[in-house]
């Protein structure tokens, strides 16, 4: 079973993390989401971390979990702290296929988003 | 004439900061953009700040500026430092209408894009 980890900084405001909670759960329904799970972690400041979010993905019956740095800029955090957190799950679990996407910043349609969400027809 | 003024957070980082200016480039050059012009500017940490960006835009000749907050939730930065920014322009210009986009995270796209950048096809 094919799993997407959503994972963002996490924020001393709650709210934001819940923006993050429903934008998982709006995932899980969305049509054209080849993903049969989709959850979310956090890098710090909220739960589930990285770790608890994959050992999520895996309980409830991920062989393929895809994390997804929900960031926009490829700074330490996407460089570096993202990779050194999943890398230890790597090795606890060797049959899970553990990877790691692009981050968001990344996307090459992130131009026509923008441009849509500024109302440029 | 409108223009877009990309605002992002800054980041001590310069490569994050130029990470945004290309974004900039690549939208002033992008098929379906209707801005005539795009800049960009940061809340803090670099340059230009929102004021200044504003004021190149008019400066290039802007009589309607679309202040795009590029960012992920709906914190503080986004519920008030940029309007508060945004507000002393519209007082100090009266002539040119300065508008503020939903931030980037509000869009309703945004979940295509992880998607679409996690592989799901």
Do not use: W
């Not at 770790?51 to 895996?58: L, N, Q, S, T």
């Not at 309980?59 to 230890?88: C, K, M, Q, W």
């Not at 049959?95 to 992130?110: F, H, Q, V």
């Amino acid at each position: 079973m094919n799993s997407l980890l959503l994972v963002a900084h996490g924020s001393r405001r709650e709210a934001s993390n819940e923006e993050i909670r429903s934008l998982t759960e709006s995932l899980r329904h969305k049509d054209g989401n080849c993903f049969a799970d989709v959850g979310c972690a956090f890098l710090e400041l909220a739960e589930p971390s990285i770790p608890d979010g994959i050992r999520a993905c895996i309980a409830r019956g991920a062989t393929r979990v895809t994390v997804f740095p929900y960031f926009l800029s490829a700074g330490r955090h996407v460089a570096s702290d993202i990779p050194d957190e999943v890398n230890s799950m790597v090795e606890d679990y060797p049959d899970i296929e553990i990877t790691i996407a692009p981050y968001l910043g990344a996307a090459g349609a992130m131009g026509d988003l923008i441009l849509q969400q500024s109302g440029s027809a």
